[in-house]
């Protein structure tokens, strides 16, 4: 069992930054992937980007490559995403998921219905 609990949203101006967090707890021990997502009001759930997280593997949607970077800390069972050059198009609600195990990550990695596990999300609104 795992709980996630996102933080570090709020608003910010166009070309900005925010760096959002994932505390992950209870059985951490057990995850194998951990991704971000997203959701603008209106839309469906949207790959941003996902880590394995004992190899360190990442990948990126299209949109966010060169801005965004997620890295993870085993130890702290912490996982970040930190996010340059923000734009309007980028606000949306940003939630964190982990696998347990499963999933095939080079293949599946961006599918939200692979992973078991989602934080409460956290509102990122960028201004122009």
């Known amino acids: 069992q795992v709980q996630l609990v996102e933080s570090g949203g709020g608003l910010v101006q166009a070309g900005g930054s925010l760096r959002l967090s994932c505390a992950a707890s209870g059985r951490t021990f057990s995850s194998y992937a951990m991704g971000w997502f997203r959701q603008a009001p209106g839309k469906e759930r949207e790959f941003v980007t996902a880590i394995h997280m004992s190899s360190g593997t990442t990948y990126y949607a299209d949109s966010v490559k060169g801005r965004f970077t997620i890295t993870r800390d085993n130890a702290k069972d912490m996982v970040y995403l930190q996010m340059n050059s923000l734009n309007p198009e980028d606000t949306a609600v940003y939630y964190c998921?982990?696998?347990?195990?499963?999933?095939?990550?080079?293949?599946?990695?961006?599918?939200?219905?692979?992973?078991?596990?989602w934080g409460q999300g956290t509102q990122v609104t960028v201004s122009s």
């Open positions: 998921a982990a696998e347990l195990g499963s999933l095939r990550f080079s293949i599946n990695y961006a599918k939200h219905n692979e992973y078991d596990y």
